[in-house]
């Protein structure tokens, strides 16, 4: 495993996506996910990786888990929104919501790809 940062090896993994090394964007993504198995990034490019080789099984395991991941950090933050006092759905003083709530929505169209 490589000494680099999980930021940059996501970097690394993206670029070799772009380029159509989509087996060396798997290796990166899977290296940084033996690391860090929450990153939804990580997830995220491994499907989207895997869609391009044909295999849309892994892909559709892949987004699964991003999607559970991201839905559960959702739901965290609209609790700590609801505890902090907001009642509607789309907390406006934070963008911890809006980011969750767009990345559920991409997964589950990429999900819908290869399902």
Known sequence: MSTMPAAEKIGQAWRLHRDSDNDGAITMFKDIL???????????GLGLAYKASGERADAAKAFAQALSITESALSAVMQTSHAEGHQSGNDLETKFDDRYMMLSRMIKQRLEEVS
């Open 34 to 44: 033996a690391t860090h198995p929450e990153s939804v990034d990580a997830l995220y």
